[in-house]
């Protein structure tokens, strides 16, 4: 396996599955005594997005106030 120009590399099917890593998850790098490179989840990120999530949740709860009953939207909507 290499390491390409920017600094990227591959981390394979199997071992992201092991890992639990999917796409879109937050991994950070730790360079132990050993010398050896571990790629662990970021915890700290993961809270912050949910976090952002919960919030923007909130935010959207109870918003929606057309003044019409749903019967009236939907006759609007079947033209």
Do not use: C, N, W, Y
Request: hydrophobic share 40%.
């Amino acid at each position: 396996m290499r390491i390409t120009i920017k600094g990227q590399v591959t981390i394979p099917q199997p071992i992201r599955e092991a890992a639990g890593f999917h796409p879109g998850t937050e991994v950070d790098f730790l360079l132990g005594d050993d010398g050896l490179v571990r790629v662990i989840p970021s915890d700290r990120l993961r809270e912050d997005r949910g976090q952002a999530v919960r919030q923007a949740i909130a935010r959207l709860r109870g918003s929606a106030d057309a003044g019409m009953t749903t019967d009236e939207i939907m006759a609007l909507t079947r033209g």
